[in-house]
C-alpha cells in the first residue's frame, strides 16, 4: 500500500508563487511517473504536470513557463512549483503516482489552490 501526503496549497495574489509537495510512503512499490492534477470547480480533473518513467517532463499548455515539476533528489517527492499565478489557475491540485508491480495508480487528497485579489 502506498500513501500520499500533500502540502503546500493555499490562496494568493495573481502573480504570486506557491510551492506544492508530494511525499509518497509505503513498501514494496517502485515509481514509474509521478503528477499533478488539478479540478476547478463545475470542470473536469485535467493534467498539469508529470514526470514520465523516462525522465521527460509533460506540462499542459496552460501552465508551460510557469510551472516546474521535479522530483526531490533520492526521495519519493515529487514538487509542483508554481510561479505568476492567475485566477484561472484556481483549483483543487491532486498529486498523483504510478507505481509497479501492478500497474496501481495512486492519488493524493488534493490540496485548495486560490488565486485572488
Known amino acids: 500500500q502506498v500513501q500520499l501526503e500533500e502540502s503546500g496549497g493555499g490562496l494568493v495574489q495573481p502573480g504570486g508563487s506557491l510551492r506544492l509537495s508530494c511525499a509518497a510512503s509505503g513498501s514494496g512499490f517502485r515509481i514509474y511517473d509521478m503528477g499533478w492534477h488539478r479540478q476547478a470547480p463545475g470542470k473536469q480533473r485535467e493534467l498539469v504536470a508529470v514526470i514520465t518513467s523516462g525522465g521527460t517532463l509533460i506540462y499542459s499548455d496552460s501552465v508551460k513557463g510557469r510551472f516546474t515539476v521535479l522530483r526531490e533528489n533520492g526521495k519519493n517527492t515529487v514538487v509542483l512549483q508554481m510561479n505568476s499565478l492567475k485566477p484561472e489557475d484556481t483549483a483543487v491540485y491532486y498529486c498523483?503516482?504510478?507505481?509497479?508491480?501492478?500497474?496501481?495508480?495512486?492519488w493524493g487528497q488534493g490540496t485548495q489552490v486560490t488565486v485572488s485579489a
Open positions: 498523483n503516482i504510478g507505481t509497479l508491480p501492478g500497474p496501481r495508480r495512486y
